[in-house]
C-alpha cells in the first residue's frame, strides 16, 4: 500500500489519534484549489447601495434591500450595505439642512423687501 495522502486515507484509529480537531472527509475545497478560493459573493444591491451616494434616496433604498437579502442568503456586503444606508441618511439630512437654510434665506430677505418698499421704497 502506497503512504496515507490524507485523513481519508487513514484507518479509523489513526483519526481517533488526530484529536477532535481532525479534518473530515470529503470537505474543503477540491484538491489544486487553494483554500481562499471560495468566497462568499458580495450582495449587489449592497454594492449599489455604496455606488448610488450621488442619489441618497435610491443608496437608502438598495441599502435597506440589501440587508433584508443579506440576513436572508448570507451572501457578504453587510458592511456595504452599512456604509450606504449610513451615508445616504447623511446626505439625505445635509439636503434637508440645506433646503431649510434656502427657506430661512428667502423668507428672510422677503421680510426685508417687504420693509423697504412699505417704508417709501428706501432701506436707510
Given at each position: 500500500?502506497?503512504?496515507?495522502?490524507g485523513p481519508q486515507d487513514l484507518p479509523p484509529e489513526d483519526l481517533r489519534a488526530q484529536g477532535p480537531h481532525a479534518p473530515l472527509v470529503g470537505y474543503g475545497p477540491p484538491a489544486g484549489v487553494p483554500p481562499w478560493a471560495h468566497v462568499r459573493p458580495t450582495n449587489t444591491k449592497a454594492v449599489l447601495?455604496?455606488?448610488?451616494?450621488w442619489?441618497?434616496?435610491?443608496?437608502?433604498?438598495?441599502?435597506?434591500?440589501?440587508?433584508?437579502e443579506i440576513a436572508r442568503t448570507g451572501e457578504a456586503g453587510a458592511g456595504l450595505a452599512a456604509w450606504g444606508l449610513g451615508i445616504?441618511?447623511?446626505?439625505?439630512?445635509?439636503?434637508?439642512?440645506?433646503?431649510?437654510?434656502?427657506?430661512?434665506?428667502?423668507?428672510?430677505?422677503?421680510?426685508?423687501v417687504g420693509v423697504g418698499a412699505s417704508s417709501g421704497g428706501s432701506f436707510g
Open positions: 500500500m502506497s503512504e496515507p495522502r447601495s455604496v455606488a448610488l451616494l442619489a441618497p434616496v435610491a443608496s437608502i433604498v438598495f441599502a435597506v434591500l440589501a440587508r433584508r445616504g441618511i447623511a446626505v439625505v439630512s445635509l439636503y434637508g439642512l440645506y433646503f431649510v437654510g434656502v427657506l430661512l434665506y428667502l423668507g428672510a430677505v422677503a421680510t426685508l
